[in-house]
């Protein structure tokens, strides 16, 4: 593999910690590092040793969402290759959520775009005082499409309504409300606190645990293959919008786009 992007590592009490390395791009979304997020966390739910994962990141930024190159070369791609390339995030969420092991998700700065939907699909998402984070696409003529089947998941309904569309930026404790992130704290408490949300579960059966994750899955009603193939499906089609073109142009061009108010 190239550059590390995403870094894993297990103690020995079976604990994950699962890393987005690439601080100093504010761990944005690059084809690469979703590739390699993707295969991490398959390798953590096909490892029986590991017992729980945590979800960290690098730097100041836990996500900033899709890498911009990343994003301006789905530009020139045809529609078929840009439906695949775009599709990369909802399959790296669908294996984060896939996972067996309870996911904790540790989250020391922004979180924007997939770094929201990164937050959503943990079991548990602690966070410092003073995030801020939110659903931005539509600013670009785009819609959160790959993200919103598990984002709708966390939210239900109703909450996700006051945040999906209109790409407003929302802090820490909006939220806590929203169920975006469970608890809040201070920076200097964040470590502790994501301790004693994995020391019960070395206290459990891990056969258990996976069963109890696994039936509340059940229960609850998972993301279904189908709903993910549909927000793909509706994203690919946004792309080819004059919005789409326009958003994405103003944003590179450094310009507010035509209907900005």
């Known amino acids: 593999m190239s550059d590390e992007l995403i870094r894993t590592e297990i103690d020995a009490r079976g604990v994950a910690r699962l890393t987005l390395a690439r601080g100093a791009k504010h761990n944005a979304l690059s084809a690469e590092m979703m590739s390699q997020l993707q295969a991490a966390a398959e390798g953590l739910a096909a490892d029986p040793a590991v017992r729980v994962v945590v979800l960290a990141a690098e730097g100041p930024t836990f996500c900033a969402g899709g890498d911009l190159r990343w994003m301006q070369a789905q530009r020139d791609m045809d529609a078929a ?30 979180a924007f775009g997939g770094g929201v939907g990164l937050a959503c699909v943990c079991d548990v998402t602690l966070a410092v005082e003073g995030v801020r984070l939110g659903m931005t696409e539509t600013r670009l003529g785009l819609i959160p499409a790959n993200i919103g ?3 709708i998941a966390r939210m239900g309904a109703a909450r996700a309504r006051e945040v999906f569309m209109s790409g407003r930026v929302f802090c820490a404790d909006e939220a806590v409300r929203l169920g975006v992130l469970t608890r809040i704290l201070p920076v200097e408490e964040l470590d502790c606190a994501v301790e004693a949300e ?7 059966a891990p056969g258990a645990v996976a069963d109890a994750k696994r039936l509340l899955g059940d229960l609850a009603g998972r993301v279904r293959e189908e709903d993910v193939a549909h927000a793909i499906d509706a994203l690919a089609a946004r792309w080819e919008t004059a919005e789409a073109e326009e958003g994405l142009a103003a944003f590179f061009d450094k310009r507010a786009p035509r209907w900005a108010g």
């Open 81 to 110: 290759t840009r439906r695949t390339e775009s599709a990369r995030i909802a399959h790296v969420l669908g294996a984060l959520a896939a996972l067996p092991q309870p996911l904790i998700g540790r989250v020391q700065g922004n």
């Open 149 to 151: 089947p598990y984002v």
């Open 198 to 204: 994995v020391a019960p579960y070395l206290s459990c």
